[in-house]
């Protein structure tokens, strides 16, 4: 059972223009919702994240916005840097068992210069 | 300051032998995490500690695979007599994971190990 969902294993948008990376989730005990990106050969960094108090976070060139209603999240990136180019996880986690995260499948976003 | 290191980076092993990975997490991080990624898969969750709490052995794939962490910091993951399919990047990770502030559910991750079973 995938409790997180990214839908589109892959994404090409123009430098310059806007990247949007979606993420569906099924778990109504979900609260807290995070996003992180992968290069090869190296570990995920943390990118950004948003609580379910919220409808949207930003931080820079990147904004999450989260619709709890429709159990979606979606990460934008305005605007797309060749150097974004990435492996892009959503992960989630419930009050319930704080800490745990669940990721989803990942997209990978190729930004062409 | 550090952040979360792990050894070795790469492992070649001969099919049946047994390997052990080792993550050292962010200086007080309470949780620590194993997950690991085959190739064009996602992130697969193995195990988690918290705390003193009992791990969180869910999603070790078979009695094969095992985890320890001793003093609440260091741990290892052991892999007995290795399969190819083991063949994958084995991830670590750690977050402070107090209750009062869900921001401490971010996880950071180490560089993996990329463990090859011939």
């Known amino acids: 059972d995938q409790q997180v969902k990214q839908n589109s294993p892959s994404l090409s948008v123009q430098e310059g223009r806007i990247s949007i990376l979606n993420c569906d989730y099924t778990?109504?005990?979900?609260?807290?919702f995070l996003w992180y990106k992968k290069y090869p050969a190296e570990g995920p960094t943390f990118l950004i994240s948003?609580?379910?108090?919220?409808d949207k976070n930003e931080d820079g060139r990147f904004t999450v916005f989260l619709n709890k209603s429709a159990k979606h999240l979606s990460l934008h990136i305005v605007p797309s840097q060749p150097g974004d180019s990435a492996v892009y996880f959503c992960?989630?986690?419930?009050?319930?068992?704080?800490?745990?995260?669940?990721f989803g499948q990942g997209t990978t976003l190729q930004v062409k210069p | 300051g550090a952040g979360v290191s792990q050894s070795p980076s790469n492992k070649v092993t001969e099919k049946g032998k047994d390997v052990e990975l080792r993550c050292d997490p962010i200086?007080?991080?309470?949780?620590l995490y194993w997950y690991r990624q085959s190739l064009g898969q996602g992130l697969e969750f193995l195990i988690y500690?918290?705390?003193?709490?009992?791990?969180?052995k869910s999603g070790l794939p078979s009695d094969r695979f095992s985890a320890e962490r001793t003093g609440g910091s260091v741990s290892t993951l052991t892999i007995q007599r290795t399969q190819q399919e083991d063949s994958a990047v084995y991830l670590c990770?750690?977050?402070?994971?107090?209750?009062?502030?869900?921001?401490?559910?971010?996880?950071?991750f180490g560089p993996g190990t990329r463990l090859t079973v011939l």
């Open positions: 990770a750690s977050s402070l994971a107090r209750s009062s502030g869900r921001d401490t559910d971010t996880q950071y």
């Open positions: 778990n109504s005990m979900f609260d807290y």
């Open positions: 948003i609580s379910s108090i919220k």
């Open positions: 992960a989630a986690s419930a009050w319930s068992n704080t800490g745990k995260l669940i």
């Open positions: 200086s007080g991080h309470t949780a």
């Open positions: 500690f918290q705390g003193n709490s009992a791990p969180d």
